[in-house]
């Protein structure tokens, strides 16, 4: 067992795996959780390379049950957690009245929902210990509610509601909960292949590194007690906001 | 059928009872909608004596379906709606921990789909015709989450997110958005009984009569568009904040 | 003497004038202040066609002590001032290396050092009795910093930061103070003849009357104590934002 | 000459000697700026032992020509500068109707005139370069604006602004421009021994160390310019707020 481990829930090719590879050498033990069960223990065979502990699990991050399950067996293979991350994405964007009750439902559940269920999973464990770091996935939309972006906007707001809410109750337990607000386009091979006008006009470090996003919450997770950040925003150099 | 309907989803004894006698009184139809049917049912009785047509409607708010139909049925029997308040409640305060993943869907259902399926109802009919008004009821946890309010601040901050996402995109279509946030403590028989010593220590003005606050939605549903609000906050004079 | 008296810093031709008359019309005398004195003079004696007595005056809104004296010849002469807007203007938008000290200075001077000399002149009267409104004109700079625009965001920034430390300090003493958010572009004469190609683009109802903007200062004014804004935003039912 | 140098405007015995450790540690000279001239010549003594090269300056923050020359004598003397931090303090706190507009101005040009002649001094040298760290010490009163703090606040909200738009400005040009909120009690041998029941109350991890500031000034220094932070907060892990 390692002595220390991270969680990453919503373990993506991207940002998921860079934050995975980023506490790897930092010498955590990592879990990682994903919908595709298949992806995640792929993604932990990669990172075991790196000398740690890993382990890879299929879950579905909106269902609160199932999340409590993987935090569990993270715990009984690798050791407490100490550092948790809430990464799952979602993104819809569609004109208001073309969205329906169960797009919008969808969208709560794999940000508020998800974040909730993984939150009590880490906390019974981590507040009790006096001790760990739960950091949430943010975006522009955590903040600004543009039009079309209803579902999303409101899914982001509600987790970032979520992550401050638990700030306050659990810092003076010695838990550390952090939101982070990215503020860019990640770089991706999806998005390089897909989009390649758009790479081309935003150039050089126009896009942002996963890697780079995953050394911030890095910095957090070491961060004193005597100076915790709750929020800190991450945008290119070049970004417009 | 009046020239002009109000159509108040939440049409408790406070609020929604003060925003009905004020549209009334402003000369609009006035549709009541809450949970317990016979409940709207008496009120919109009330309301009628003052010289408008008014109609009670039993709904469970969080649920669109039943929303859409209550929407439908004004429009029906008093007119096309012209103004519209999403005043649905339901406050949640606990432990993070002690908080079930059903209390957490429970409080989101209140307010976010709440909102959603109304705000899809009343903009269906209200975009076509370029003009309306729509708001909704914020709090304090609209923009601050404070310990042991997870599920009602995130909640509410997706309601906000809701509310800010349609006036940018509606706005330009001529229909008025708006998001009003409450930041005290609204006066009421219950209170008076349940916590007299509050009530003692707050004094005159110290609380938040109902008809007052009625009286701010009523200025901003008669802003001219070209100076629209999106937002506005309210709290007694001795409010400290 | 009027039972009420309003006095407006920097009564221009624009929002200022438009206040005075709306405040005429709801039955107060009002003091014009502005630099130029005899423009204030001239303001004077047309809204006192409307049936208040009204003064004008030509003051320096950066200094405070001018400002006093204005204050005080304006309650000689008027009543009791229980309504008092600091409405003085001075955009500055240039790139920052090209801003020189003294114009960061007079930005600051015109805004913050006036709000600040004009609050104290009649906060000094209002606060003895108990009674008053006192609001401060904002800008989508008055939150938003944008690139070429240091000297006025900072300036209005800190006009901000004054309204609310003075709302939290006087409103439990029953001065209600508050701030409005200017987001749009004001209708002027000068406007449409220097710039008619946007004004002809922004079509009808795009830019902002400063009579639908006064009718939001007249309407804060009335509200009951019970409450009270801090805070509204305007903007034409078009603009993005 | 070393190949990087910072330069603290500020440079008192707490926050403003931790950062100058901080970087001499990190391996790059140090100019180090403040009022009393030899208390800065001392300090440059003192930092100097950890093996960079430093210099003290006696400096009034709010001039913008004497901070101009000094920024001048630090790169002819150490270096070009690619860190430079404005950390100047003026804490004002009284109640409102007490405060004379010399008070006022003073608070100002403390925060705002200083970070605005220091800004110019290091972005007319970084931004040719097109490259450079320039960063602003916040408090609790950069966001919110307390009764009895108009005048500290109201400097902070236009420092604020100066930095956002700063950060929009320069940020293209290749220049970080950073924000960080303290929003904590600040250790120092001053406090402990003038109030030593509030220390004690706090107990430990209650109080900021400066060191553990210091070093969130140090990352940001170092974030790679695809993902640069703009804001960051912090507080003890007990703090209210």
């Keep these: ?10 373990a993506g090719p991207g940002l998921g795996a860079a934050l995975a590879r980023q506490f790897a050498r930092s010498g955590l033990g990592v879990a990682l959780a994903r919908r595709d069960g298949a992806a995640a223990t792929a993604l932990a065979a990669e990172i075991a390379a790196l000398g740690v502990p890993t382990l890879g699990l299929g879950v579905e991050a909106g269902d609160p049950t199932a999340v409590e399950e993987a935090v569990a067996a993270a715990e009984a293979q690798l050791g407490p957690i100490s550092c948790a991350v809430m990464n799952a994405a979602s993104l819809v964007r569609a004109p208001f009245l073309d969205l329906t009750p169960a797009q919008f439902l969808t969208a709560w559940e794999a940000q508020a929902m998800a974040g909730m269920g993984f939150a009590q999973a880490v906390l019974r464990r981590m507040a009790p210990r006096g001790a760990g770091f739960l ?29 401050m809410s638990l700030a306050r109750e659990f810092g003076p337990q010695g838990v550390h909960v952090a939101h982070v607000i990215i503020d860019g386009i990640i ?5 390089r292949a897909t989009m390649p006008a758009m790479v081309e006009r935003l150039g050089e470090d126009g896009l942002m590194s996963p890697d780079s996003i995953a050394a911030a919450y890095d910095y957090l997770r070491g961060q004193p007690k005597d100076a915790w950040t709750f929020e800190l925003d991450l945008r290119p150099f070049k970004e417009t906001w």
Aim: hydrophobic residues 55%.
């Design 1 to 10: 067992m390692a002595t220390q481990t991270a969680f990453i829930l919503g």
């Design 187 to 191: 770089d991706s091979a999806r998005l």
């Design 135 to 163: 950091a949430f996935t943010g975006a522009t939309a955590s903040g600004k509610a543009s039009a079309n972006f209803a579902a999303f906007a409101s899914a982001k707001f509600a987790l970032r509601a979520l992550s």
